[in-house]
T-cell receptor, first 113, second 112 residues
Framework: GNSVTQMEGPVTLSEEAFLTINCTYT??????LFWYVQYPGEGLQLLLK?????DKGSNKGFEATYRKETTSFHLEKGSVQVSDSAVYFC????????????FGGGTRVLVKP | SAVISQKPSRDICQRGTSLTIQCQVD?????MFWYRQQPGQSLTLIAT?????????ESGFVIDKFPISRPNLTFSTLTVSNMSPEDSSIYLC?????????FGPGTRLTVT
């Protein structure tokens, strides 16, 4: 079956630091890959996505590249802000599995001023 | 895009009782999903609810415990039956469109 593994948190950073959250996946088909973000007290929001190999998703200064050869979709941001403090979830959806989302365990990121 | 609302936003319930959560979407969608997010955990899919057919439950979830209705293309309900403290979670409704999957704000359930 499909699965997503992401680095455990919490990750604590200073403002303007570089952020990387590792995500690897296992899928039987050709999945689409997503990063969702959950800000404190808010609902789940799509941050970025990539639908095929070598695609790069980007939004709000965050980037992630779909690497089929390493089955990875690592999230990066060059200079984090306090407002980036949130829980980040890597996820995949597989058309063969009815487009159901499979989530990683989530990584809590805390950015300190 | 799709805008999803859920009712109630939160509730505190006694063990042994049942709670029905409503999910309303502002557009017609074929595929709706119900997820559970236990405290400090990731999201786990409970079931897929497509209009006109019985809900499909994931391993570990059964219809007697989590009955689902899907009367039309914009609405669904999830009932958490015979609740125990272990059911304390955030329950999220989600819909799938061509471009992405959207999530409701969630219903925070506490069972005492």
């Amino acid at each position: 079956g499909n699965s997503v593994t992401q680095m455990e948190g919490p990750v604590t950073l200073s403002e303007e630091a570089f952020l990387t959250i590792n995500c690897t996946y296992t899928a039987t088909g050709y999945p689409s890959l997503f990063w969702y973000v959950q800000y404190p007290g808010e609902g789940l929001q799509l941050l970025l996505k990539a639908t095929k190999a070598d695609d790069k998703g980007s939004n709000k200064g965050f980037e992630a590249t779909y690497r089929k050869e390493t089955t990875s979709f690592h999230l990066e941001k060059g200079s984090v802000q306090v407002s980036d403090s949130a829980v980040y979830f890597c996820a995949l959806s597989d058309l063969a599995a009815g487009n159901k989302l499979t989530f990683g365990g989530g990584t809590r990121v805390l950015v300190k001023p | 895009s799709a805008v999803i609302s859920q009712k109630p936003s939160r509730d505190i319930c006694q063990r042994g009782t049942s709670l029905t959560i409503q999910c309303q979407v502002d557009s017609q969608v074929t595929m709706m999903f119900w997820y559970r997010q236990q405290p400090g955990q990731s999201l786990t899919l409970i079931a897929t609810a497509n209009q006109g057919s019985e809900a499909t439950y994931e391993s570990g979830f059964v219809i007697d415990k989590f009955p689902i209705s899907r009367p039309n293309l914009t609405f669904s309900t999830l009932t958490v039956s015979n609740m125990s403290p272990e059911d304390s979670s955030i329950y999220l409704c989600s819909v799938s469109t061509v471009d992405e999957q959207y999530f409701g704000p969630g219903t925070r359930l506490t069972v005492t």
